[in-house]
């Protein structure tokens, strides 16, 4: 009775999983190199612009639909990794340049660090400042909380504007050295992904799920409800801070007024749309709504129907882009994948029965396929 | 002998030694002190006074109730051992030590479990996970650990959820360990909060109202399951309940709440047959009409 049988608690087919997640990780590095001696400059752009959303989504997912906050602070997080990145990977001749109307803070003029901790620190950086915010903020539950860390990333935006001798004011920097290649964004993603499924799949995920679920009934549990969520709220801000790094180096230009309100909502649209509580559906709904925003771009140039003509709206997508979103709200609440999760037992049990009833699933595949086919080529204009 | 100074403490409407007479049969002395102790417990939300100078002592291993017509104050009671409300005059000491001030995630890591009257499980969660969540505050690994896989975190991990699986194994839902919490039937999810409340290792642990919507084929079953785990796991439990069967079937010792005051105490036999009780829940009688006591 007591010693109880193991089976129900290990994961099946442990092995298996584990390999297969190998697997297609080098499977997704094959895929980048093969993208890399293929794919032209805007493609490549795209697959990149893929990744770094996903880190930003993944990131937001963590605070919002994993811990139950809502912070609508994201564009704050991510122009302190992009400054603070930047700021390291400029070189010395470069901050004399850009620096013309104010001159630099004397201490960063020569600060120089490689890419890969630049990153980490622009991370750290937002994940310190995040940890400041959490004190007060983390009193404030629901729409307060919004509104506080709303408020928070307008500050950050005012102050970058104003501190001229470290941020260049409102002229941004520019020539920021394009590091963040195909390889550097997909590498950060996994290890993103790595550290947010670690965490959510162990206790302490189920910890962080049951402050969102019942903070009441969490504290019951001996749970400091305030302490995990200022430590959700520091990795969610470590990730976004990571994404905002690797996003100022793919664009090679930053100023205040990129990160304002409206890049927040592209990332908490991406986290709506995938699901919320879904690492899955951040993943595929910063695939699925990059790609798509770009292929949406082809309403924006103008179309001859013979019978009519409409001249080009510039802006039209993201009115087709909000009404989806809208009819994504009223139908499909939950999101693409509500809180569900890709599971290699899952994917194996679709191939096992794809084996006795092939017709059926075939349908399916190819019906997917030729989406994502008819996605991808929809997206050159 | 401590029932007496419990019933002199008590001014007020029914300023009474009701509680035991000559013959009434203590039983309760616990040896070596009470598992809890609330001495002139006072608890006002504005002008309502919700507990009004309580006094009583948890002896430990028993399980013993508290009752009470609704509104007497009996949730408040468990919301002030758990450290959710801080009372305003009185002490509290748990195992010698005194509780004020403490919140409730420190209250619950000396050993104090609880459950709630609308049950609040994790619904996001598994069964399994909810029982989990219970374990995390005896857990000595941090959270950076995780993405490390450090051994010790990941050894931790295992023996959480052999734990949580045995516990799961003892109140009859290993078979749901997989299903959504909120999926369960009525009753198992009773259970599954007091599998939760087990996991953090109390040794006292308060019930809010467990037979509260069960049929009598379901609190029959509570019953026993309630006599079993205050057996096996060792510790003390105080419910508050309704159903007098319930009440009067597994508690050796009652406490009769009424406004916030506590009007009457003793074994489930003396009670049945207190007045004042009788009075609290019926009403007083009518001018010379029947009165059964």
Known sequence: MKAANPSPISEPHALRNRLSTLGSAALLFLGIWWAGHNLDGYQTRLLNLVAVNAILALSLNFIYGFSGMFSLGHAGFMAIGAYVSALCILTPAQKEMIWLLEPIYEPLAEFMTPFVVSVFLGGL???????????????????????????????????????????????????????????????????????????????????????????????????????????????????????????????TTIEPKMFNFQYTFNILLIVVAGGLGSVTGSVVGAAVITILLEWLRIIEYPMDFGFIRIPGIPGMRMVIFSVVLMLIIIFRREGLLGNREFSWNAFYDFFGSLKKRPDVHLGHLLRFLRLVKKLLAGGQP | ????????????????????????????????????????????????????????????????????????????????????????????????QPLAGLPPQKICALGIARTFQNIR??????VLDNVMVGCHVR?????????????????????????????????????????????????????????????????????????????????????????????????????IEHDMKVVMGVCSHIWVLDYGRLIAEGGPEEIRNNPWVITAYLGRPAEGGPHSA
């Not at chain 1, 290890?191 to 189920?206: C, D, E, P, Q």
């Not at chain 2, 499980?121 to 598994?126: D, R, S």
């Not at chain 2, 006292?204 to 379901?218: I, S, T, V």
Request: glycine share 12%; net charge neutral; with cysteine.
């Open chain 1, 125 to 251: 950086a937002a994940a310190l400042t995040s940890l400041v915010i959490a004190l007060p903020v983390m009193r404030l539950g629901g729409d307060y909380l919004g509104i506080a860390t709303l408020g928070f990333a307008e500050i950050i935006r005012v102050l970058f504007t104003n501190l001229a001798p470290i941020t260049n004011g409102a002229i941004g920097l520019r020539g920021i050295p394009p590091y963040a290649d195909a390889w550097w964004n997909y590498a950060w993603l996994l290890a993103t992904l790595f550290v947010i499924l670690s965490l959510l799949k162990s206790n302490f995920g189920n910890v962080l799920k049951s402050i969102r679920d019942d903070e009441i009934a969490a504290r019951t549990m001996g749970i400091d409800t305030t302490a995990y969520r200022t430590m959700a709220f520091c990795v969610g801000g470590f990730f976004a801070g990571v994404g905002g790094a690797l996003m100022g180096s793919l664009v």
């Open chain 2, 139 to 239: 857990r000595k690994a941090r959270w950076w650990m995780a993405p490390l896989c450090l051994p010790v975190f990941l050894r931790e991990e295992k023996s959480i959820k052999e734990k949580s699986y045995a516990l799961l194994e003892r109140v009859g839902l290993a078979r749901a360990a997989r299903e959504k919490a909120n999926s369960l039937p009525y009753g198992a999810q009773r259970r599954l909060e007091i599998a939760r409340a087990l996991a953090t290792e109390p040794s006292f642990l308060l019930l809010d109202e467990p037979a509260a919507g069960m049929n009598p084929q379901e609190s029959e079953d509570l019953m026993h399951f309630i006599a079993k785990i205050r057996e096996e796991f060792n510790l003390s439990i105080l419910m």
């Open chain 2, 121 to 126: 499980l994790f619904a996001g969660g598994t």
């Open chain 2, 1 to 96: 002998m401590s029932e007496c100074t419990l019933a002199e403490d008590n001014a007020g409407r029914f300023t009474a030694k009701t509680l035991h007479g000559p013959g009434g049969s203590g039983g309760v002395a616990p040896p070596g002190g009470p598992l809890l102790e609330l001495s002139g417990v006072t608890m006002r939300f504005g002008g309502v006074t919700a507990i009004d100078d309580l006094s009583l002592k948890i002896p430990p291993q028993k399980v013993v109730g508290l009752i009470g017509p609704n509104g007497a104050g009996k949730t408040t009671v468990f919301n002030v051992v758990t450290g959710f409300y801080q009372p305003q005059e009185g002490r509290l000491e748990f195992e010698g």
